[in-house]
């Protein structure tokens, strides 16, 4: 009698996540982009919408830095913020 059971004969096959993968920081490259926004987290109650904006900025810290594939920022959902420093900036005239 077999200790494991079989469901055929399809063997397992993993597959790369949709995204892909991307490596670590291991030299610390976005640190204080990271550190300022787990210091915002903390700070509200881990309310990560109050946060968003040091979050955008830890994504292109690594965009920048090729730690992970480069994204349109519209896509990771801060368009919102996009539109906001846009407007922000014809109004003051920059």
Do not use: W
């Not at 059971?5 to 976005?30: I, Q, V």
């Amino acid at each position: 009698m077999s200790t494991a059971m079989n469901f055929g004969n399809k063997a397992f096959k993993p597959r790369a996540p949709d995204k892909g993968s991307f490596p670590l920081d291991h030299f610390g490259e976005c640190k204080n982009f990271k550190d300022k926004y787990m210091k915002c987290l903390r700070e509200n109650s881990y309310e990560n919408s109050l946060c968003r904006e040091q979050s955008k900025q830890y994504l292109e810290c690594r965009m920048d830095r090729q730690l992970m594939t480069k994204e349109p920022l519209q896509k990771l959902g801060f368009k919102d913020l996009l539109d906001e420093n846009s407007q922000n900036s014809t109004e003051t005239g920059s």
